[in-house]
């Protein structure tokens, strides 16, 4: 969840709030050939959802898996997102060519509350066995190689809106609030692994979420003036320098890991 402006500013605040949040986050965690390298990110028209954007991104991560995950994958490994985005609704899903039965899909719906609809997945998720989580950015810890206590919303504090800090039981004290509904769906058919491999995914999902909705709301002060424009701009420019940290020790190795991932299907 996150704090945002009244309801027509609220969504396009946090819009801007959130591309400007995924290009800088990528752009940190990006380093020495693993990280976020950005394929395409263009205008897409969808018949049904409207006018959008789609971005398709190349995710390394290999010193970032346990190390039973480790022994079964490439040493350069990367997953693919492809995301399409009709804010307030997008879309989202990753796979791996090298594991063609695994795969991710994230659908996401943005309403002005504090988490009271429930049924807000009822259509999409009607025969789904679904498990609710609750994020709250303020009360729930994360990884502590993660923690900084600038992006800390108990302590930070808005110099532009005067947002923060959140305490204990903000979400019913605080407005206006928004809340970001995620629904995800993992899929890993690998006998023996299944079950380690999607309860794995959904908890680095929901760090991810944390962290990610955390940063947004403490670099505020960063976007709070931008326009759509402007953070365009910011999120292509970041693009361009993430992929030059990331690609240059990749040029070799990625016809190598599709190679590879086709001997092996």
């Not at 969840?1 to 709030?17: N, S, V």
Request: one cysteine or more.
């Amino acid at each position: 969840m996150l704090g945002a402006g009244p309801q027509t500013a609220a969504c396009l605040g946090y819009r801007i709030g959130q591309l400007y949040m995924i290009s800088k986050h990528s752009h940190e965690q990006s380093d020495r050939g693993e990280g976020v390298e950005v394929v395409q990110n263009e205008p897409y028209e969808d018949p049904n959802h409207g006018n959008g954007q789609l971005t398709e991104k190349r995710v390394y991560l290999n010193s970032k898996l346990p190390s039973w995950a480790r022994a079964v994958v490439p040493k350069i490994f990367y997953v693919t997102e492809k995301a399409w985005n009709y804010y307030p609704y997008t879309i989202t899903e990753y796979t791996c060519s090298f594991l063609p039965k695994f795969s991710i899909h994230i659908e996401t719906k943005y309403e002005d509350n504090k988490g009271s609809n429930d049924s807000i997945f009822d259509n999409e998720a009607k025969d789904l066995e679904r498990e609710v989580c609750f994020i709250d950015i303020a009360s729930d810890e994360i990884p502590e190689r993660y923690y900084k206590e600038s992006e800390d919303p108990k302590y930070f504090k808005s110099q532009k809106t005067g947002r923060g800090q959140l305490k204990e039981g903000w979400r019913d004290t605080h407005q206006p609030i928004m809340c970001s509904y995620k629904l995800v769906t993992v899929k890993f058919e690998v006998w023996g692994l299944q079950t380690r491999v999607e309860q794995f995914v959904h908890k680095v999902v929901r760090d991810i979420l944390l962290i990610g909705h955390r940063q947004a709301f403490a670099w505020v002060d960063e976007w709070y003036d931008m326009t759509m424009d402007d953070v365009r701009e910011y999120e292509k420019n970041m693009h361009e320098k993430t992929n030059i940290k990331v690609c240059n020790q990749h040029s070799s190795t990625v016809d190598e890991i599709e190679s590879h991932a086709k001997a092996r299907t």
